[in-house]
């Protein structure tokens, strides 16, 4: 549980609806020139549905979660070298600093 908390915590602005898709793409946004990126958004996906087994179902965690956790290492670092560029009254400042365009409207992007 802490895991998931803690990607939702760095790769996001705000909870709501499809969080774990916006995580998953997030960690392939950032990790995009590193090897194994898919390998990385698989392991994050499986966290989140051990998550909700867990929060949803009451079910234990089975799963081996060191890929998770290695997935959270590669992105962590690059995520937090960017915090000072981010600007301090943004609303979705990770979505700025990751460069996610999803939901951005073509009017927004010009």
Avoid: C, W
């Avoid at 929060?55 to 915090?83: C, I, M, S």
């Amino acid at each position: 549980m802490s895991l998931a908390i803690a990607f939702e915590m760095l790769l996001t602005d705000s909870s709501g609806r499809d969080m774990t898709d916006q995580i998953v793409r997030r960690v392939g946004i950032v990790l995009r020139s590193v090897p194994h990126v898919r390998r990385n958004e698989r392991a994050v996906r499986e966290l989140f549905s051990v998550r909700g087994d867990i929060v949803h179902k009451g079910q234990e965690a089975t799963k081996d979660l060191r890929p998770a956790r290695r997935a959270y290492a590669a992105v962590f670092l690059p995520v937090a070298l960017g915090l000072p560029a981010v600007e301090p009254t943004s609303s979705e400042p990770i979505r700025m600093l990751v460069g996610d365009q999803e939901g951005v409207t073509t009017q927004a992007r010009a």
